[in-house]
C-alpha cells in the first residue's frame, strides 16, 4: 500500500491508497480505530474515507447473520442494564455524599 505524503502539509493520500484502506476495514472485521492505528494515520481520516465510501456505493454492508444479532441484541441489553445500574450508582454516591456532610 503506497502513500504520498508532502512535507510540511497536511497530508496527500492517492485515491489508491484510501480505496485499499476502506477495503481493509470491510474485509478484517477490525475497528476503523484498530485499522488506522495500523496503517498510521488518523482514526478521523479513515472513519471519513470509509463514511464517503458508503455514500458514493463503493461497498455494500452484508446484513448480520442471525447469530450476529442475537449478539448484538445481547449487547444492547447489556448496555441497557449498564447504564441503569450507573445511574443508581451514581445517586447512591450523591446520597452518601450528602449524608456524610
Given at each position: 500500500?503506497?502513500?504520498?505524503?508532502?512535507?510540511?502539509?497536511?497530508?496527500?493520500?492517492?485515491?489508491?491508497?484510501?480505496?485499499?484502506?476502506?477495503?481493509?476495514?470491510?474485509?478484517?472485521?477490525?475497528?476503523i480505530a484498530h485499522t488506522a492505528?495500523?496503517?498510521?494515520?488518523?482514526?478521523?481520516?479513515?472513519?471519513?474515507?470509509?463514511?464517503?465510501?458508503?455514500?458514493?456505493?463503493?461497498?455494500?454492508?452484508?446484513?448480520?447473520?442471525?447469530?450476529?444479532?442475537?449478539?448484538?441484541?445481547?449487547?444492547?441489553?447489556?448496555?441497557?442494564?449498564?447504564?441503569?445500574?450507573?445511574?443508581?450508582?451514581?445517586?447512591?454516591?450523591?446520597?452518601?455524599?450528602?449524608e456524610s456532610m
Amino acid at each position: 500500500m503506497r502513500r504520498e505524503v508532502e512535507v510540511g502539509a497536511r497530508g496527500k493520500f492517492t485515491p489508491e491508497y484510501k480505496a485499499e484502506a476502506v477495503e481493509l476495514v470491510i474485509s478484517s472485521g477490525r475497528s476503523i480505530a484498530h485499522t488506522a492505528n495500523g496503517l498510521g494515520i488518523g482514526s478521523e481520516t479513515l472513519r471519513n474515507w470509509v463514511k464517503m465510501a458508503k455514500k458514493r456505493g463503493e461497498f455494500e454492508e452484508k446484513p448480520l447473520d442471525v447469530s450476529e444479532r442475537a449478539r448484538l441484541k445481547e449487547l444492547e441489553e447489556e448496555v441497557r442494564r449498564l447504564k441503569l445500574e450507573r445511574e443508581i450508582l451514581k445517586k447512591a454516591a450523591a446520597w452518601f455524599a450528602k449524608e456524610s456532610m
